[in-house]
């Protein structure tokens, strides 16, 4: 059995594309985007600290896959906004840039963990600040890192994108499907 260690509708709806059978158990992880880590280094941790924690508290028996999605901009990392005004802050420094968007998978299953990252490049155009702000307004931007989603009405900004749009969205499926059959093949 697959646990998704997320709420994530969009998490969700990919494991359905790929047509995994999956039940959700919420992590309880609380994420430290400020913690003293390299980028990619940091959200593989957040990943693996996910399913630590659902792994533990349902008792093994079952793979659980944990996720973290990070957006990176000259190193520095930009989580999910605190507040409309962090939101156009992070529109903002993101408008006319390239970033790039990190998702750390993670599987633990019998006590084993296996991880990896996902990156891509993603590229916006420049955007009004009356854009950010209709943005804003529409609250899409508020539980998203970066303060967008390429799935929804934040696509209109992307001018670019290089890698996985799974990725962006927040489970990158090569990656995903990768861990899963290496949990299984030691089973």
């Known amino acids: 059995m697959i646990?998704?260690?997320?709420?994530?509708?969009?998490?969700?709806?990919?494991?359905?594309?790929?047509?995994?059978?999956?039940?959700?158990?919420?992590?309880?992880?609380?994420?430290?985007?400020?913690?003293?880590?390299a980028p990619k280094e940091l959200v593989r941790l957040q990943a693996e600290g996910k399913a630590r924690d659902v792994y533990e508290r349902i008792g093994g028996g079952a793979s659980v896959l944990g996720a973290d999605t990070l957006v990176v901009l000259d190193g520095k990392v930009l989580g999910k906004p605190a507040d409309e005004a962090d939101a156009a802050k992070m529109l903002g420094a993101l408008s006319g840039r390239t970033h790039e968007v990190m998702t750390g998978v993670a599987v633990v299953s019998h006590g084993q963990v296996r991880s990896g990252v996902a990156v891509s490049k993603v590229t916006f155009?420049?955007?009004?600040?009356?854009?950010?702000?209709?943005?804003?307004?529409?609250g899409e931007p508020m539980d998203k890192a970066g303060a967008y989603a390429v799935q929804g009405i934040g696509r209109k900004f992307v001018t670019s994108l290089k890698g996985s749009l799974s990725n962006v969205i927040g489970l990158p499926k090569k990656l995903t499907m990768e861990l899963l059959r290496e949990a299984q093949e030691r089973e």
């Not at 260690?5 to 919420?26: D, H, M, T």
Request: hydrophobic share 35%.
């Open 3 to 37: 646990v998704l260690a997320s709420q994530s509708p969009r998490r969700k709806e990919i494991l359905e594309e790929l047509g995994i059978s999956f039940c959700v158990v919420p992590s309880g992880y609380e994420e430290h985007n400020d913690r003293e880590a």
């Open 125 to 138: 155009r420049t955007i009004a600040p009356e854009e950010i702000l209709e943005y804003i307004r529409t």
